[in-house]
């Protein structure tokens, strides 16, 4: 089945930084990369999400890239706020919009 | 538009009892889908209902069962409770076709 691996666990940025998480993947057949995120409390809320047709995909300070033949996607968010600070987790599927493998998650924090 | 709505929120039990978990999905929502989150295994996928059918399953032990009813609401069960069954449990609903997954806040389980 698929695996995805994400990194760092942890990212520190100071306000106004940039952040970037990045995400490996296994099944070559993965077709969907949502991104989520996660408050403390919360369930899992969608940010972006990328399909394997497209390389780049942005919405105001979020963007998400994806390289198929490397099989990684990153996410990057610039002009950091507090409020950004959470857990934010990659995901693909090659079978099913439902059917989500995640990564283990990132702890997004940043400081004022 | 109310959300997932799951519950309980928050539940205790002991080892070898059995729990009922419930989720309510988004109006119009057929699809619903479970998502255990523990801090060592993130999140991992446990069934995916589609009009009262199981469309797809992930790989737990069958001590983990679900259902789902006409008006889409969904059930969860886990019985012969283990200390390794206490995690965030996630629901979450969809259209049932491509788009974005939307999760419940959860249901909080404890085994003592």
């Known amino acids: 089945g698929e695996n995805v691996e994400q990194h760092p666990s942890t990212l520190s940025v100071q306000e106004g930084d940039s952040a970037v998480i990045k995400c490996t993947y296994s099944?070559?057949?993965?077709?969907?990369f949502p991104w989520y995120k996660q408050e403390l409390g919360k369930g899992p809320q969608l940010i972006i999400d990328?399909?394997?047709?497209?390389g780049e995909k942005k919405d105001q300070r979020i963007a998400v890239t994806l390289n198929k033949t490397a099989k990684h996607f990153s996410l990057h968010i610039t002009e950091t706020q507090p409020e950004d600070s959470a857990v934010y987790f990659c995901?693909?599927?090659?079978?099913?919009?439902?059917?989500?493998?995640f990564g283990k998650g990132t702890m997004l924090l940043v400081s004022p | 538009k109310a959300g997932v709505t799951q519950t309980p929120r928050y539940l205790i039990k002991t080892r070898g009892q059995q729990v009922t978990l419930s989720c309510s999905p988004i109006?119009?929502?057929?699809?619903v889908s479970w998502y255990q989150q523990t801090p060592g295994q993130g999140l991992q996928f446990l069934f995916e209902?589609?009009?009262?059918?199981?469309?797809n399953k992930g790989n737990f032990p069958g001590r983990f069962s679900g259902r789902q009813f006409s008006n889409s609401r969904s059930e969860m069960n886990v019985s012969t409770l283990e200390l390794g069954d206490s995690a965030l449990y996630l629901c979450?609903?969809?259209?049932?076709?491509?788009?974005?997954?939307?999760f419940g806040e959860g249901s909080r389980l404890t085994v003592l």
């Open positions: 099944d070559s057949a993965s077709n969907y």
């Open positions: 979450a609903s969809t259209f049932g076709g491509p788009g974005e997954l939307f």
């Open positions: 990328i399909r394997s047709n497209v």
């Open positions: 209902y589609f009009s009262e059918t199981q469309r």
């Open positions: 995901a693909a599927t090659p079978s099913g919009y439902s059917t989500l493998t």
């Open positions: 109006s119009g929502h057929r699809s």
